[in-house]
């Protein structure tokens, strides 16, 4: 069982940058693909960003694509989601979430396998 704790989050100026990180621990980090979701107030938690075993394919949801980059260090067991060009439309709590296989499209909720307690990020206009 891995266990996923996010840390990152903040408040930031529209235009302004965060990076999240998402710290593995009790398993084999590198055997799952990582992912990032959001949730805002009053909506349902999307997609945002994967990221494949070795860190070699990434998939991002359009909303993000050009502005967010996803990565990982299995060194170090720990992901990453850099956001930069921050919107307020950006503002939610963060989810880092490990998923079992790579499908090369947007994750779906019922596709992760363990899920981080999630960091709030907001973006002030």
């Known amino acids: 069982q891995v266990q996923l704790v996010d840390s990152g989050g903040g408040l930031v100026q529209a235009g302004g940058s965060l990076r999240l990180s998402c710290a593995g621990s009790?398993?084999?980090?590198?055997?799952?693909?990582i992912t990032w979701f959001r949730q805002a107030p009053g909506k349902e938690r999307e997609f945002v960003a994967a990221?494949?075993?070795?860190?070699?394919?990434?998939y991002y949801a359009d909303s993000v694509k050009g502005r967010f980059t996803i990565s990982r260090d299995n060194a170090k067991n720990t992901g990453y989601l850099q956001m930069n060009s921050l919107k307020p439309e950006d503002t939610a709590v963060y989810y880092c979430?490990?998923?079992?296989?790579?499908?090369?499209?947007?994750?779906?909720?019922?596709?992760?396998?363990?899920w981080g307690q999630g960091t709030q990020v907001t973006v002030s206009s």
């Open positions: 990221v494949t075993f070795n860190g070699g394919s990434t």
């Open positions: 009790g398993g084999t980090f590198s055997r799952y693909v």
């Open positions: 979430a490990a998923a079992r296989y790579w499908y090369n499209s947007a994750y779906r909720s019922e596709w992760i396998n363990y």
